[in-house]
């Protein structure tokens, strides 16, 4: 017996669509005010073919309530097709004699739940609920399965870095998901440049259609099924006429869209544009990235061949200066003490600029073979201390020519390790000549030779400013370590420009560079060869108040 529709419930949020499909009009009218009034939004119609019309033109539909019985095609037969047009779709069967053999073939044409005539209104109601239910469990284990696939795609596309191999990969995840006979990727071309079109298979071909098919989706901003008279590609002369056009995105910039066709319409199943909107969300940021790789990879080998032609320079330059320069110290040195008087002073500034020229040629052939990896060590057995005060030796006479009082301090004991000797003279001699430089007339200039603690050390580096190519202190540091100091009481260095000053070529003003001379290279070498030898270089400086430059070699 029927009852008629109490009064209703308060409505649900987001109501289900239900479609019901019975040529028992007074049935079909029950079940729809039965359902109206608990909220659902209901279609009706009389038949099977009527249905199936309904469920590819007005879907989609979260449940079909449909009776066994009704002219031409079978409820169970029209479960299926609901099926087959959409997975997700939940479906009640209503019939009047439900056996075994009726159950079983329910199950197999995947109907969710059944009602035996006569039924109750709340009896619709309950079975309705549940299968709508099963609906939500069906439709998230689907979701999390796409999500599972979507990860799994994503991690394999943002391993690429080659776009051509991107592009084919991209397309192969999206026709896994949205099954296709061809699929098609749009990248946007830089600098105004048509966009590049990726095929797969390769014999695929886009048609006008198709381009104005992923026009339109890049209009619209979100994916677009499109169904076309006109084909949208062709593959070995068979039109595809039907597809699915998906804009990909990166960073709020459109560059580029995904067109997946086929003959049949096969991108309406559920949630086949999400998947593939998330895809393309994925795959955008994975082509930015390849697009950024690639342009930094060019900048990388344009910077590359810049520095094979810098080398090439250098060794060219220095290998041609080399001769000339021989002879014009040769020549002015004979000239220099053949000569008294005026001309004798002349020969002086000749000699003077010919070995300023000499020192630059000689950088320029340090950096030479630290670039080629050609720097060697002779180790031997030597006092630091020693050392130091050879190199003051050396550059007494030119501190002297500038009123500058140049000495070295006496250590308690020797400090005794095996260095390259003729490497340690020109770290200390490039310090002492930068402090003559950079301290004015009157000035003091000291070096120091101590042993310091491993402790000591960390806690006055952490109080400098250490050289950006410095070497990690480890906790397999030695010990003790033998640090030189060149203090001198020059102009200073300006903190901002002291983690700088060891870069090559890097003049901390280009009026001190004018004044002073020099090529910016002989902190770039002290770091380099003071690195070779396992060492650590680092400045303390206050600008007008001068500069403590600090070099330190492990010891033994």
């Known amino acids: 017996m029927i009852q008629e529709p109490l009064a209703p419930p308060p409505l649900i949020a987001n109501a289900a ?34 249905a199936i019309a309904a469920l590819q033109t007005q879907g ?13 095609r079978s409820g169970l037969e029209l479960a299926q097709i609901a099926r087959e047009i959409d997975p997700a779709i939940a479906v009640v069967i209503m019939t009047g004699h439900s056996t075994v053999d009726t159950l079983h073939a329910s199950v197999r044409r ?71 006979e061809a699929g098609f990727l749009f990248v946007a071309g830089a600098d105004h440049l048509p966009p590049q079109v990726f095929a797969e298979p390769s014999g695929a071909t886009i048609q006008p259609a198709g381009r104005e098919a992923v026009a339109q989706s890049l209009r619209i901003g979100r994916p677009l099924p499109v169904a076309s008279a006109e084909p949208l590609a062709l593959l070995e002369a068979t039109p595809l006429t039907h597809g699915l056009a998906v804009p990909l995105r990166a960073r709020g910039e459109t560059i580029g869209a995904l067109l ?19 895809l393309a969300n994925q795959a955008g940021n994975a082509l930015r990235n390849a697009q950024l790789y690639s342009q930094l990879d060019a900048a990388y080998n344009s910077l590359r061949e ?7 320079f250098i060794a060219i330059a220095s290998h041609e200066l080399r001769s000339p320069l021989s002879i014009v110290l040769g020549y002015a040195k004979m000239v220099h003490d053949r000569s008294s008087g005026d001309l004798r002073e002349y020969a002086q500034r000749l000699l003077t600029g010919a070995e300023r020229i000499k020192a630059i040629v000689n950088d320029l052939l340090h950096l030479r073979d630290f670039d080629r990896k050609q720097t060697t060590l002779t180790l031997e057995r030597s006092a630091l201390d020693a050392l130091a005060r050879q190199a003051v ?22 400090v005794i390790l095996e260095v390259d000797r003729e490497k340690v003279l020109l770290v200390i001699g490039n310090l002492i000549d930068n402090a003559i430089k950079f301290t ?57 420009h002291q983690g700088r000053i060891f870069e090559r070529f890097y003049q901390v003003a280009s009026s001190l560079t004018r004044e002073q001379g020099g090529a910016g290279l002989g902190l770039a070498i002290v770091c380099d060869l003071v690195a070779l030898q396992g060492g650590v270089v680092w400045v303390k400086s206050e600008e007008g108040r001068g500069s403590i430059f600090n070099f330190a070699l492990p010891l033994p």
């Open 17 to 50: 669509r239900v479609l019901i499909a019975d040529d028992d009009a007074t049935m079909s009218s029950f079940c729809a005010r039965a359902l109206s009034a608990g909220g659902y939004t209901v279609v009706t119609v009389g038949e099977a073919e009527a």
């Open 60 to 72: 989609p539909f979260d449940l079909l309530l449909a009776d066994i019985k009704m002219p031409g």
């Open 110 to 180: 995947g109907v969710t739940d059944y009602l035996t005539k006569p039924f109750e209104v709340d009896e619709l109601r309950l079975v309705v609920e549940q299968a709508l239910h099963k609906r939500g469990l069906l439709q998230q284990s689907l979701r999390l399965r796409a999500l599972e696939e979507l990860l799994r795609s994503s991690e394999a596309i943002n391993a690429i870095l080659d776009r051509n191999e991107l592009a084919r990969e991209i397309i192969a995840h999206a026709r896994a998901h949205a099954p296709g």
């Open 260 to 278: 997946l066709c086929g003959a049949h319409d096969e991108f309406n199943a559920p949630g086949a544009s999400e998947f593939l909107a998330l």
């Open 306 to 312: 810049l520095d094979r032609l810098k080398s090439e």
């Open 393 to 414: 030796e050396r550059l007494v006479p030119a501190a002297q020519q500038k009123g500058q009082d140049l000495s070295v301090a006496q250590p308690d004991q020797p």
């Open 440 to 496: 004015p007339p009157g000035g003091r200039i000291q070096v120091e030779v101590v042993r310091w603690p491993h402790e000591h050390l960390i806690a006055e580096i952490a109080r400098a400013v250490a050289n950006p190519t410095m070497r990690r202190l480890t906790e397999g540091a030695p010990a003790t370590w033998a640090l030189v100091r060149v203090k001198d009481t020059g102009i200073g260095i300006p903190r901002e």
